[in-house]
């Protein structure tokens, strides 16, 4: 709740300053964009997922020999408004973002391949208890939403511009699929019951992406402009059933057009 708090300030104030900046619009430009960012991330804690199938005191749990990754990738559509005095522009548009999380089994310090899996608890039914064996699982997930961004230019107008800017993203689910990869062939018809034990990525997602970057080209011509999120930050929770991450890094190319 407090990271959708911090959205809806940053959206209100994102707001009014459109409505103040309203009768200062000069032109508009239109263009593609298009980007990726990787996120530091953790094994988000699992009581399905072990290290081994064993629940006595000296084996170990998934948390400490579990690698992960997060990594995001979008593209989009986007109006950038550029205000009479050429130092601030307003983004908006339509952006699909694509994540994709993994887990395997971190083997640095076992050299035999027998190591290379970890234990799914998928299903405990009274004194029923069953285990699938996995090398490792991929979940992604598609989101669909508009991103609201601020660019303010540290020079005048010129064929070289550099920047800072504002942006975040509110987006809703338009799909996800996550992939276990089993070690027994005769288990691949369960590979659907084990994936649903590891839960869904979440309904919504908002980030936030402050960055700094350069423009290249003329007032009235193609423009190509390059940036780096330093950092990029997830602000809701849940965007992987499997791992969690707040923070990363990630570059933009946003290439426009004028259109008046």
Same mark, same amino acid.
């Given at each position: 709740?407090?990271?959708?708090?911090?959205?809806?300030?940053?959206?209100?104030?994102?707001?009014?300053?459109?409505?103040?900046?309203?009768?200062?619009?000069?032109?508009?430009?239109?263009?593609?964009?298009?980007?990726?960012?990787?996120?530091?991330?953790?094994?988000?804690?699992?009581?399905?997922?072990?290290?081994?199938?064993?629940?006595?005191?000296?084996?170990?749990?998934?948390?400490?020999?579990?690698?992960?990754?997060?990594?995001?990738?979008?593209?989009?559509?986007?109006?950038?408004?550029?205000?009479?005095?050429?130092?601030?522009?307003?983004?908006?548009?339509?952006?699909?973002?694509?994540?994709?999380?993994?887990?395997?089994?971190?083997?640095?310090?076992?050299?035999?391949?027998?190591?290379?899996?970890?234990?799914?608890?998928?299903?405990?039914?009274?004194?029923?208890?069953?285990?699938?064996?996995?090398?490792?699982?991929?979940?992604?997930?598609?989101?669909?939403?508009?991103?609201?961004?601020?660019?303010?230019?540290?020079?005048?107008?010129?064929?070289?511009?550099?920047?800072?800017?504002?942006?975040?993203?509110?987006?809703?689910?338009?799909?996800?699929?996550?992939?276990?990869?089993?070690?027994?062939?005769?288990?691949?018809?369960?590979?659907?019951?084990? *994936?649903?034990? %590891?839960?869904?990525?979440? /309904?919504?997602?908002? +980030?936030?992406?402050?960055? $700094? #970057?350069?423009? !290249?080209?003329?007032e009235h011509s193609l423009n190509a402009n390059f940036e780096v999120l330093l950092p *990029?930050?997830? %602000?809701?929770?849940?965007? /992987?059933?499997?791992? +969690?991450?707040?923070?990363? $890094? #990630?570059?933009? !190319?946003?290439?426009?057009?004028?259109?008046?």
């Open positions: 709740m407090r990271y959708l708090n911090n959205v809806l300030c940053i959206l209100g104030a994102t707001l009014l300053l459109t409505q103040a900046k309203a009768q200062e619009i000069g032109k508009l430009r239109i263009g593609i964009e298009s980007g990726t960012s990787t996120y530091v991330s953790e094994f988000r804690e699992s009581a399905s997922i072990r290290a081994t199938n064993s629940i006595s005191l000296w084996e170990s749990t998934a948390h400490d020999e579990i690698e992960t990754s997060l990594n995001r990738f979008y593209t989009g559509i986007k109006g950038e408004y550029l205000s009479s005095d050429g130092y601030l522009t307003l983004l908006s548009g339509v952006r699909y973002t694509h994540f994709e999380s993994t887990i395997e089994r971190d083997d640095f310090w076992n050299l035999s391949s027998n190591t290379s899996k970890f234990y799914i608890l998928y299903n405990q039914n009274g004194t029923l208890t069953e285990y699938a064996q996995a090398r490792n699982v991929k979940q992604s997930a598609d989101y669909l939403g508009i991103p609201l961004e601020m660019r303010m230019y540290t020079m005048r107008p010129r064929f070289f511009r550099l920047f800072v800017k504002m942006g975040f993203d509110l987006s809703f689910k338009v799909g996800h699929r996550t992939k276990v990869d089993l070690v027994s062939p005769t288990m691949r018809p369960y590979e659907h019951l084990v *994936a649903n034990s %590891l839960g869904a990525p979440a /309904s919504f997602l908002s +980030t936030f992406n402050p960055s $700094i #970057g350069f423009k !290249l080209g003329k *990029a930050y997830i %602000l809701s929770n849940n965007t /992987s059933s499997i791992v +969690t991450s707040k923070a990363g $890094i #990630g570059v933009q !190319l946003f290439i426009s057009y004028p259109i008046n």
